[in-house]
């Protein structure tokens, strides 16, 4: 498959499902917390609450329940650090994102990263992928005041790279981090990771791929 490049001057990646192959841990790192605190999962799908959101608010969705500011931190400090433990250095890279990643700086475009996930996560992750140096922006859950489906994040990415909304394109695989990204005005392609091609079309992804091995950016 070929991305279109057509107006597109800037692109944007979420970390989490599109860069790096971390559900297992996330998954794991959530039901270590419930069985740590003694709750009780919503839903058999319970993980799906949380995906593309920080922390410190899917926690909250999780336990079904509203928490003060500061029981939302030490509850998402806690799911960190189970997640931390898991993932170790062996966490993968999405197939075929560190080509494709690299194809696109080589071309020139500015790539940013658009994510939920910590600071602190993102560097050992893209570091340990050797992706890190391809974006010259990254905006975390620490740099917005509100978490997608809010466009807060992308639109601070966009401007990171000194693009304007409709001038980037996204690679999603949340139904937040989709909504996200076109309610900020930009054109999305999911990456069917944790939801159906369905569910990310109707979210607003214009197309839809497992991953990035059949897809390249043309001269």
Not at 57 to 84: F, I, M, P
Not at 158 to 168: L, M, S, V
Not at 193 to 217: K, Q, Y
Request: charged share 25%; proline share 5%; aromatic share 6%.
């Amino acid at each position: 498959m070929t991305a279109e490049r057509g107006s597109t001057r800037g692109i944007i990646f979420d970390m989490d499902g599109v860069l790096v192959d971390s559900g297992a841990h996330h998954r794991a790192a959530w039901r270590a917390l419930l069985e740590e605190v003694g709750a009780t999962p919503p839903q058999a799908d319970y993980w799906r609450l949380t995906i593309g959101r920080p922390a410190e608010e899917a926690v909250g969705l999780l336990l079904g329940r509203s928490l003060s500011e500061a029981e939302a931190r030490r509850l998402a400090r806690r799911k960190r650090d189970h997640y931390v433990k898991l993932a170790g250095r062996d966490t993968p890279a999405v197939p075929g994102a560190r080509e494709f990643v690299g194809e696109v700086a080589r071309r020139g475009i500015p790539c940013a990263v658009a994510t939920s996930a910590s600071r602190h996560d993102v560097s050992r992750l893209l570091r340990g992928l050797g992706l890190i140096q391809h974006f010259s922006v990254i905006v975390t859950a620490e740099d917005v005041s509100w978490g997608k489906p809010d466009p807060e994040v992308y639109l601070l990415a966009a401007r990171g790279i000194r693009q304007t909304p409709e001038r980037c394109l996204v690679f999603e695989d949340s139904l937040v981090g989709v909504q996200a990204a076109r309610r900020a005005g930009m054109r999305v392609i999911g990456l069917a990771s944790a939801h159906t091609d369905e569910e990310l079309r109707a979210a607003g992804a214009e197309r839809v791929i497992p991953n990035f091995e059949a897809v390249t950016w043309p001269l």
